[in-house]
């Protein structure tokens, strides 16, 4: 069975500064992997996927993540922090093997100070 | 980049009463379509995966009778929620794959429900 894990609820970051919102699967096989950005009632955002290659993916609004096979993780990151990228992010997995749905982690809110 | 375009926003009803969610892809063929419950600082809980012109595949525990999906064309997806109750309330949202099955899911913008 798939799993994500997004062991952080919160992450608090000063604007500017780099962020990071943890994100580790469990899945048999290789994994598609995913993140995903909720602004409030709103639908979810795609921000970038990995499927397979380069393992530093990049994605939309200069966020990129990157896949770490040995420690089975996939880590959100940003070099400089926007007060606009305060949200609820989602990491995803989901089987390569047929039309398979999105399994979701619990979600990480950050929160981007000024 | 691909839409989906979920309606209503928002809607309020009645107990009793059923409301009917549209999840419309606009611009690509979605052959397979998710279906969502958020609970509140919750993540998303997979209700039924929806196959055009076949029958929906719900995951344990949601109610096929109350939470009822039609998939009967390549863009629209509806989901009805018959006899709601207070309980129901929840955020619900869509989301579309195309015909590969190989991208990522695009997501509806959600729906609001408050049955009062």
């Known amino acids: 069975a798939q799993s994500v894990a997004q062991p952080e609820d919160q992450v608090n970051v000063a604007e500017g500064n780099p962020l990071t919102v943890k994100c580790t699967y469990s899945?048999?096989?290789?994994?598609?992997l995913f993140w995903y950005v909720q602004y409030p009632n709103r639908g979810l955002q795609f921000l970038l996927k990995y499927i397979t290659g380069d393992n530093l993916v990049k994605g939309s609004y200069g966020f990129e993540a990157e896949f770490n096979k040995s420690q089975t993780s996939f880590h959100l990151k940003k070099p400089s922090a926007l007060v606009s990228d305060s949200a609820l992010y989602f990491c995803a997995v989901r089987d390569p093997s047929g039309n398979t749905p999105l399994v979701f982690g619990k979600g990480t809110r950050l929160s981007v100070i000024a | 980049g691909a839409v989906v375009s979920q309606h209503p926003s928002w809607v309020i009803c009645k107990s009793g009463t059923s409301v009917k969610i549209e999840c419309r892809s606009l611009d690509f063929q979605a052959t397979t379509m998710f279906w969502y419950r958020q609970f509140p600082k919750q993540s998303l809980m997979l209700m039924a995966t929806s196959n055009e012109g076949s029958k929906a595949t719900y995951e344990q525990g949601v109610e096929k009778d109350k939470f009822l999906i039609n998939h009967a064309s390549l863009t629209l997806s509806t989901l009805t929620v018959t006899s709601a109750h207070p309980e129901d309330s929840s955020f619900y949202i869509c989301?579309?794959?195309?015909?590969?099955?190989?991208?990522?899911?695009?997501f509806g913008q959600g729906t609001r429900l408050t049955v009062v």
């Open positions: 899945v048999s096989g290789n994994p598609y």
């Open positions: 989301s579309a794959r195309d015909r590969t099955g190989n991208t990522e899911a695009f």
